[in-house]
C-alpha cells in the first residue's frame, strides 16, 4: 500500500478580514485535516486553552525556537511573535494527513518560500466588492474616502500575487464552503492521481 504525501494549506489574509472564525467553523465541519497549532508570545485570551489555541512561550523561548530552526514560518504581529511548528507539519504531511494553517500574510509569504508546493488560499473582505459598487453608482462619499479606499484594495489585490485561491469573506459559511471546495479539488487534480496510478504500476512492474 502506498502512502501519499499530505496536502498543506495555508489561509491567510489581511488583518481583520475574518481568518480565525472561517478556520474555526470549517474544523467543526472538516475531520480530515490537521490544524497545526501555532506558537505565539502573546498572553492566553479568557477561554483559550494551551495546546489547543495555541502553545504559549516566552519571549526567550520562542527565540530559541527561532534559532534552533524548528519554525517553518514566524512573524512580529502587534509586538508578539507568532509561528509554525517545523516538525508537526513536515510529520504530519509524510504521514499521508493533511495540514491547514492560519497564518498572516508574511509568514504566508515565507511558507511560499520554503514550501511552494503548498495551496495558498486568500481570505478577502467583502469591502472590494462594495466600493466596486460604489464607484459604479457614483455613489455620495467624498473623493478623498473613496481614493484612499482605493489605495488600500490595490495593496490588497497585490497581496493576492503568492496565492493558488481567492475566497471572498461575505458570511463565513459560503467562505467555509468554498475552502472546501479548494480541498476536494487539490485531491483530484490530475498530477496527484497521476503519481499515485503511476507507483502502483511501476512496483507490480518491477
Ligand atoms: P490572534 O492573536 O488574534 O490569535 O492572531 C493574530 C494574527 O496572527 C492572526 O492574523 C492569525 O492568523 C495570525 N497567526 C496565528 N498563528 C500564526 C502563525 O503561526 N504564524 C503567523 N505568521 N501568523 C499567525
Known amino acids: 500500500m502506498i502512502k501519499e504525501k499530505g496536502i498543506l494549506f495555508i489561509l491567510s489574509g489581511p ?3 475574518g481568518k480565525g472564525t472561517v478556520r474555526k467553523k470549517l474544523f467543526e465541519e472538516e475531520t480530515d485535516l490537521q490544524y497545526s497549532i501555532s506558537m505565539t508570545t502573546r498572553d492566553r485570551r479568557p477561554g483559550e486553552v494551551d495546546g489547543v489555541d495555541y502553545f504559549y512561550k516566552t519571549k526567550e523561548e520562542f527565540e530559541q525556537l527561532i534559532k534552533d530552526g524548528q519554525l517553518l514560518e514566524y512573524a512580529q504581529y502587534v509586538n508578539n511573535y507568532y509561528g509554525t511548528p517545523r516538525n508537526y507539519v513536515e510529520e504530519t504531511l509524510e504521514n499521508g494527513q493533511d495540514v491547514f494553517l492560519e497564518i498572516e500574510v508574511q509568514g504566508a509569504l515565507q511558507v511560499k518560500e520554503n514550501f511552494p508546493e503548498g495551496v495558498f488560499i486568500f481570505l478577502f473582505p467583502p469591502s472590494l466588492d462594495e466600493l466596486k459598487n460604489r464607484i459604479v453608482s457614483r455613489g455620495t462619499e467624498s473623493q478623498e474616502l473613496v481614493l484612499n479606499r482605493l489605495k488600500e484594495a ?5 497581496m ?3 496565492y493558488d485561491y481567492v475566497v471572498v469573506n461575505d458570511k463565513v459559511q459560503h467562505a467555509v464552503d468554498k475552502v472546501k471546495t479548494i480541498i476536494k479539488s487539490e485531491h483530484l487534480k490530475r498530477e496527484r492521481i497521476a503519481k499515485q496510478y503511476k507507483k502502483i504500476l511501476e512496483d507490480e512492474l518491477s
Open 15 to 17: 488583518s481583520g478580514v
Open 154 to 158: 490595490r495593496n490588497e489585490i497585490e
Open 160 to 162: 493576492m500575487d503568492a
